[in-house]
């Protein structure tokens, strides 16, 4: 197998493994031995989920993620220095797509070496596809500011931005504070504002809904308490024609397998 950096994408949540990731990406991670990875436990989970008869205690394992001093990394890719090649596994998701591993990858073309990175579900891309915003600009924001006067200071700012530059804005929230933050931004946001949430993309759980804060607030609360989501707002300044010639509507969507 050509020696190079492997970006292997993971599932989100428990879904099947072969319901988001190709074959050919197990071929790729069966030839690898040293993985960098953002956690090694829920690596080997992941890697005994592509293949049983993966052999763990035959692997290396190079943890790196928040808690990572950036100054104890610089021999991480030795084995790849020496021609073997490497996998980079994030925690969910694609790596180095607001991730640790994003370190790793700078780190390698710094050494001029090889970067493949394999296909496999991005929540924020998908998030984007599934919104009805603008996929031709959208900016992923991370998180909020935790203060309560800092986050509805924030908020605002993105949704005047989203108007001014006719901009997709995306954000996270840890899990067990979606619904605040859900509250939050029905409070603060313009009533024709459209928010789109997308939650458990590819689980059982799957919700994905856009509708404009008016419209959100004659709803039931959404059912996103405690599952990982993604949150986007848009805001046009005047309406946006479609390649049809028609305006875009706020609307709900759901994933059809």
């Known amino acids: 197998m050509e020696p190079a950096l492997y970006l292997i994408p993971v599932t989100l949540g428990d879904t099947p493994y072969n319901q988001v990731l190709p074959s050919y990406n197990t071929e790729v991670i069966l030839g690898i031995k040293h993985f960098i990875v953002e956690n090694t436990k829920s690596a080997i989970r992941f890697l005994v989920k592509v293949d049983k008869s993966i052999k763990i205690d035959d692997l290396k ?37 607001a991730d640790p591993g994003a370190a790793v990858v700078e780190m390698a073309h710094n050494k001029n070496l090889k970067v493949v990175p394999l296909v496999g579900p991005s929540s924020m891309i998908m998030a984007v596809m599934s919104s009805g915003f603008n ?21 605002r700012d993105l949704e005047t931005r989203s108007a001014n530059e006719n901009q997709t804005e995306l954000f996270i929230e840890a899990p067990y504070r979606n619904l605040k933050m859900f509250a939050d931004l029905l409070s603060t946001l313009k009533p024709d504002t459209k928010v789109c949430v997308a939650c458990g993309i590819t689980c059982p759980e ?24 993604i949150f986007l707002i848009y805001r046009t300044k005047r309406p946006v024609k479609c390649h049809s010639g028609l305006d875009p509507e706020s609307h709900s969507t759901t994933r059809r397998s």
Request: hydrophobic share 35%; proline share 11%; aromatic share 10%.
């Open 61 to 97: 394992f190079y943890e790196l993620n928040e808690h990572t001093d950036l100054k104890t990394i610089g021999g991480y890719l030795n084995p790849l220095l020496a021609g073997k090649p490497m996998g980079v596994i994030s925690e969910a998701g694609c790596p180095a797509v």
């Open 135 to 155: 996929g031709q600009s959208f900016a992923f924001n991370g998180y909020l500011p935790v203060k309560p006067g800092e986050r509805i200071k924030k908020i």
């Open 206 to 229: 799957e919700y994905i809904h856009t509708h404009t804060v008016a419209q959100w607030k004659k709803l039931p609360e959404p059912p996103i308490q405690k599952i990982p989501a």
